[in-house]
């Protein structure tokens, strides 16, 4: 039975590889997307079995598409396919409730063994990304009945946690300086209650900050 896949990426030649590379497989790309919105617009046109979605993209941030189709198709399958290898994007992958987190460097044997596990409704995670995020994933104070005082900057900082920039990326984005953003990221730590920057970022996530 052949598996429809809709492959999400703002790259046309990431998905001209990706074409080449599920050739002679069971799985067919039923459409492409160059944007989240594009994406959402095309799973209820195409109803895929498997989705297939970039993180960084010119049109949107492929994680909160996850968390956003999460809502209207809980059932579907949707594997992240990363160039980075982030473990903020994986513990965020992990909490929005994606299928796996395949690296665009990974193997093409991966690659089709990771969505075919997801077509069957299995989680795709190998035991390393998991276990590189559990900590995150079960670190104490992140529950979302808690309130935490973050000022607006900090509140601004921390989403920009979340999307996994570091901290020269957030500098130039908010226009502060290096320094700053790092005494902002350490008041962040303390005040949520948690140790590094992937906590932080499960956290935010479950408060809905990003």
Known sequence: MTIKLLAVDDHEVVLMGLRAA???TDIEIVDTASSSADAIK??????PDVVLMDIRMEGGDGLNALGRLKL??????ILMYSAYDNPTYVARAVALGASGYVLKTSPR???????????????????E???RVTG???APRLGTEIEVP?????SEVLRQMAH????????????????????????????VGVTDRTQAAVWAVRKNLV
């Open 42 to 47: 095309k799973i209820g046109q195409k109803r």
């Open 22 to 24: 599920l050739q002679g």
């Open 72 to 77: 209207d198709y809980s059932d579907l399958p």
């Open 129 to 131: 990304e998991l276990r």
């Open 164 to 191: 996994g920039l570091t901290n020269k990326e957030i500098a130039k984005m908010l226009g502060i300086s290096y320094e700053t953003v790092k005494e902002h990221v350490q008041h962040i730590l303390r005040k």
């Open 136 to 138: 995150a994933l079960a």
């Open 150 to 154: 973050l000022t607006q900057r900090e």
């Open 109 to 127: 044997e991966r690659l089709v063994e990771s969505i075919q596990i997801a077509a069957t409704g299995d989680a795709a995670w190998t035991r």
